[in-house]
């Protein structure tokens, strides 16, 4: 890595950048499509916090939950807030799917035929399986049926929470271009990683083209979801097994797979300062609430 080429590491920088301008403008998208305005300066900055708590808490969805929360706090809507987080990373998920599933149409043949059975097999079903989830979340007999059942549900007021979160979802019905365009954005973030990816390995002089590290980034970023810190560990297991298969080196994958974690500290530092504002601005206004009603 100390012989990494700086100019190629500064584009990936770069386009990292940009993927995280353009998946701030899928959150703003989304939440436009319903009718909650929210500046998109703050949704970027919520992005960035969420990034630095990726550091800390379970698997990449940690930052999801920081995210709904601070979006709840700003509008005051705990269940769009969520719900708007949820259908984000489902679109995020069903982009990652599509370009693994088009990726692997090009580059099938450098798998065995087991192999590439295989990884065929998991790719279509779990783009199946997003499908046919989204489908359902949307449709309104399912949502009536999940409804009723968990109407029944009256300890600690879950049932209710999750109606509320459902009854959220089907705004989303009514939001079909939001959501297209929220896809069509999520399927641009995704060939912005795989770009950034690309320049990482251009970096270190890997022998890797762009096809074939649009199979890598999705099938790594999706078992980055498993339980982890931020990916650590099963994200580079990853890296290390799809590499090997066109002859990259251990030394070499794992290398790819750091600087893929690296650029995203870097965000993680600007959200940390963001995070450190913004507490300090709203003990301010806790202060200022404070004398406030001591004058009264």
């Not at 896809?183 to 973030?189: E, G, I, K």
């Not at 060939?191 to 320049?199: S, Y």
């Not at 994958?253 to 965000?267: G, H, K, V, Y």
Request: proline share 2%.
């Amino acid at each position: 890595m100390r012989q990494a080429d700086a100019n190629w590491l500064a584009l990936a920088l770069l386009v990292f950048s940009c993927s995280v301008f353009l998946i701030a403008r899928r959150w703003h998208v989304l939440l436009g499509g319903v009718g909650i305005q929210v500046p998109y300066g703050s949704l970027l900055r919520y992005y960035l916090i969420g990034y630095f708590f990726n550091n800390f808490l379970p698997t990449t969805i940690g930052g999801d939950v920081s995210r709904a929360y601070n979006l709840a706090q700003h509008t005051d809507k705990k269940a769009d807030s969520i719900a708007s987080v949820l259908m984000e990373r489902i679109l995020g998920l069903l982009a990652t799917l599509s370009l693994a599933a088009i990726a692997l149409i090009l580059v099938v043949d450098r798998f065995s035929a087991e192999a590439g059975s295989y990884l065929s097999f998991i790719i279509l079903f779990l783009l199946t399986a997003g499908l046919i989830s989204v489908a359902a979340l949307l449709h309104p007999w399912f949502y009536k049926l999940v409804s009723g059942i968990f109407a029944r549900l009256t300890w600690m007021g879950i049932g209710e929470k999750v109606q509320q979160l459902l009854q959220a979802f089907q705004i989303y019905r009514r939001a079909r271009f939001a959501v297209l365009k929220g896809f069509l954005l999520s399927l641009s973030c995704q060939l912005l990683l795989v770009t950034m990816n690309f320049c990482l390995a251009k970096s270190l002089s890997l022998p890797v083209d762009f096809s074939y590290l649009m199979l890598v980034v999705p099938a790594t970023f999706a078992i980055g979801l498993l339980p982890s810190i931020n990916g650590l560990g099963v994200r580079d297991l990853g890296y290390e097994r799809l590499l090997s298969q066109i002859g990259i080196s251990s030394v070499g994958a794992l290398s790819l797979s750091f600087l893929n974690t690296l650029l995203p500290l870097s965000a993680s530092i600007a959200g940390g300062i963001c995070l450190l504002f913004q507490r300090k601005s709203a003990i301010m206004a806790e202060q200022s609430l404070s004398s406030d009603s001591a004058q009264e």
